[in-house]
């Protein structure tokens, strides 16, 4: 089976249908790590446009926060202004939608998560000794996570936890040969690396070959909706940055 593995869309419509039409044809089923929404304009089109697909979702934290599930007095002001809005924008059903989100799934050789293994929610893998601790935190050779907005692969080297990063190589195939690795496949909508381009990524399950991929979108389409919607500037202006 072929999946379309995203994470992390963040409300942004513009950058998922952009990849929608980008991957067209070549996937079966969606599995999706994670924080349909918050930051961006395009909350419940974006939950909606997800479930005309058929997919697989986790809950992220955001998704959690846009439920009133976390304290958000942690968020930083734009972070928390955007939950705000959220909460106040989305529809009930599909606030249903996200309410009934699992936080870990376990399909065949794959783990999914938004975060971590260890901490589904919550956790940032952002080193290879991050990633080293949460080896025995899954059972399965892969596990795919989201949360950070960074495409890596992390590849268990040894068998006393040495970890190794990779970064993507983009549009390159990358064979899941019986190693362990956690594998981020980066962020649709609200890229972290200095790369303002959507990222996604591509499973085959029958031959164990999985691609990074990388589009660009058109980045004021959705800087036009979010300033109409009076959210954050500063949420606007760091998508054309990728931080
Ligand atoms: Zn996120």
Redesign the pocket.
Same mark, same amino acid.
């Given at each position: 089976m072929r999946i379309l593995i995203i994470s992390?869309i963040?409300a942004n419509l513009t950058a998922f249908q952009t990849i929608l039409d980008h991957a067209k044809g070549q996937w079966d089923y969606v599995w999706c790590l994670g924080?349909v929404v918050?930051y961006g304009p395009d909350p419940n089109e974006c939950v909606e446009l997800l479930q005309t697909m058929p997919h697989l979702c986790l809950a992220?934290? *955001?998704d959690w926060a846009a439920l009133g599930r976390l304290d958000i007095r942690t968020f930083n002001p734009d972070a928390r202004r955007a939950v705000e809005w959220t909460m106040e924008t989305l529809k009930p059903e599909n606030i249903a939608f996200l309410e009934a989100l699992p936080v870990t799934f376990v399909i065949g050789e794959y783990t999914l998560v938004h975060a971590s293994p260890r901490e589904p929610v919550w956790e940032y893998i952002l080193e290879p000794l991050v990633a080293a601790l949460n080896f025995p935190h899954f059972e399965t050779p892969y596990c795919f996570v989201?949360?950070t *907005?960074q495409p890596v692969i992390y590849e268990l080297i040894s068998d006393n936890g040495d970890t190794r990063a990779r970064e993507p190589r983009y549009g390159e195939p990358h064979a899941l040969n019986g190693q362990r690795q956690i594998i981020n496949p980066g962020?649709i909508g609200?890229p972290r690396d200095q790369n303002p381009n959507a990222a996604y990524g591509m499973l085959d399950t029958e031959s164990g070959i999985f691609e990074h991929r990388r589009i660009p979108y058109d980045i004021p389409d959705v800087q036009k909706r979010m300033r109409a919607a009076g959210l954050p500037e500063r949420l606007a202006t760091r998508l054309e940055h990728g931080w």
């Open positions: 992390d963040h924080d918050g992220g934290n *955001h989201g949360h *907005h962020s609200q």
